[in-house]
C-alpha cells in the first residue's frame, strides 16, 4: 500500500474553475469534490487531471445514452430524473441520476487508473500497473452496469474464450 502525504493543504482538493461538470441540462451536474471523496481519487493527481478524465467520462456517457435521451425528451421529459418511476428515488434522488453518477465516476477512475498505472516509484512499477489495469476494467464494467441500469436494460457480460 502505497500512501501519500499531501505537501501543501490545497493538494488533492479540485480547483474552483474545475469543481464540477455541467453538460445539457438533462443530465445531473457532476461534482468532482464528491468525485474524488468517493472513488478515493489519490491527492498527488492535479485538479486538471482529474477534471479531464471526468470530462472524456461525461462526453462517453452521454454518448451512449444519446438514444435513450432523445426518446425521454419527445415523450415531454426534460431531466433524466424525470424518466424514472416516481417511487423510484433514494434519500430524495432519483435512483436513475445516481445510476448516471455512477457510471460517470466509474469511467473516470477507470481512466485515471490507465493513465497513472506505472508511476510507481519503490521500483514496482510492472506488478503495480498490472493491478490498476485489472481495477479499471472492473471500474469499467461497473459503468456499464450502472449506463445499462439508467435504460431499463439487463446486465450482459459475455467472455470469448
Not at 432519483?94 to 445510476?99: C, E, Q
Amino acid at each position: 500500500m502505497t500512501m501519500v502525504f499531501a505537501d501543501n493543504p490545497d493538494q488533492g482538493r479540485q480547483e474552483f474553475d474545475q469543481s464540477e461538470i455541467r453538460s445539457i441540462p438533462f443530465f445531473p451536474v457532476i461534482d468532482l469534490t464528491n468525485f474524488r471523496e468517493v472513488m478515493r481519487i489519490e491527492a498527488n493527481i492535479s485538479s486538471s487531471r482529474v477534471y479531464h478524465a471526468a470530462l472524456e467520462a461525461v462526453a462517453h456517457v452521454n454518448g451512449q445514452l444519446k438514444k435513450y435521451r432523445i426518446s425521454a425528451v419527445q415523450v415531454g421529459k426534460s431531466t433524466l430524473a424525470e424518466t424514472g418511476d416516481s417511487d423510484d428515488v433514494i434519500n430524495g434522488e432519483s435512483v436513475k441520476t445516481i445510476h448516471y453518477r455512477r457510471a460517470v465516476y466509474c469511467y473516470a477512475k477507470s481512466l485515471l487508473l490507465e493513465k497513472y498505472a506505472d508511476t510507481e516509484p519503490s521500483g514496482k512499477a510492472g506488478e503495480r500497473a498490472e493491478m490498476k489495469q485489472n481495477q479499471a476494467e472492473d471500474y469499467r464494467r461497473e459503468a456499464h452496469y450502472a449506463t445499462a441500469a439508467v435504460m431499463g436494460e439487463r446486465r450482459c457480460d459475455a467472455e470469448l474464450i
